[in-house]
């Protein structure tokens, strides 16, 4: 009977997340929306009657009050059940067409609050909810890999890409920290998926990507911790 804590789940790979999950009675899942004004909500509201037990709560992973105010929802709305599995997914690339020569602050610091200062102040205030044999996962991006950077012919999504290596950097800690407690913490690309965020020229379907995904995720064991993986289980290079 896992629970599933997945953020920005109204659209795009959350949603199908929370799709391909509410399949599944033994799911209980916590989708999160940074509004829950109804037009947002049309798509999850949708998988409503599925047989998973399905919460919505609210929560701008920009925002640290908001995301403050999550964990007490979610304390209040489980107790003391663990979270199985946490996808930090919400995230945003801003300022894409910026290079290594025009990036600005602003980009930089926009694309660092969702991307990688959000995915650390989630955990923080879930902690108490992670436990053995407890999975989190940080939503990364192949843009993020230096490997993949060094001798790139495109340098465009600069921000972005610097938010995901450091969001590659977040794991890492988040795994040392919670090695102990026995709780697994990867990062993940879903590859180039077809939805607003991959624009145009990406190549997957979500449905695909996020089947991977799922496989990854449930297959993970201690060892895996701190490790940088595709939606096809393949390790990646930083
Ligand atoms: N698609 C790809 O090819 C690709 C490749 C590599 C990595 N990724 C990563 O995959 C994740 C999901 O991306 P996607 O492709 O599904 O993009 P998307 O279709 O643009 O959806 C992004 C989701 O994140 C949410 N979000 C953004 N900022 C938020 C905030 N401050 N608070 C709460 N929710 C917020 C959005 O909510 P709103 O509707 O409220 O904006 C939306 O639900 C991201 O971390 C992205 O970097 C995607």
Same mark, same amino acid.
């Given at each position: ?24 009675? @033994?799911?209980?899942?916590?989708? !999160? /929306?940074?509004?829950? $004004?109804? %037009?947002?909500?049309? *798509? ?89 044999? @407890?999975?989190?996962?940080?939503? !990364? /991006?192949?843009?993020? $890999?230096? %490997?993949?950077?060094? *001798? ?87």
């Amino acid at each position: 009977m896992p629970t599933w804590l997945i953020t920005g789940s109204n659209r795009g790979l959350g949603l199908e997340f929370v799709t391909q999950l509410s399949q599944d009675a @033994g799911n209980t899942i916590i989708a !999160t /929306s940074r509004s829950l $004004s109804p %037009s947002n909500l049309a *798509g999850l509201k949708a998988l409503d009657g599925n047989a998973a037990t399905l919460h919505i709560l609210e929560c701008d992973t920009s925002s640290p009050p908001s995301i403050t105010a999550l964990g007490d929802q979610v304390t209040a709305l489980i107790g003391d059940t663990k979270i199985d599995y946490l996808l930090n997914n919400a995230g945003v690339n801003v300022a894409s067409q910026q290079t290594g020569l025009t990036v600005t602050p602003e980009a930089i610091l926009e694309n660092m609050q969702t991307n990688v200062i959000g995915p650390a102040m989630i955990v923080q205030v879930l902690e108490k909810h992670l436990g053995r044999g @407890g999975v989190v996962m940080n939503m !990364t /991006s192949g843009l993020g $890999s230096m %490997s993949d950077a060094k *001798g790139a012919e495109t340098t465009k999504c600069t921000a972005y890409s610097i938010s995901k290596a450091g969001v590659n950097m977040l794991t890492l800690h988040q795994a040392n920290a919670l090695a102990e407690r026995g709780v697994v913490v990867v990062c993940v690309d879903p590859g180039w998926v077809k939805t607003a965020l991959g624009g145009e020229g990406a190549v997957m379907e979500k449905e695909d990507s996020i089947r991977g995904m799922l496989g990854v995720l449930r297959g993970l064991k201690a060892e895996d911790s701190g490790k940088f993986f595709a939606y096809d289980g393949k390790e990646k290079a930083w």
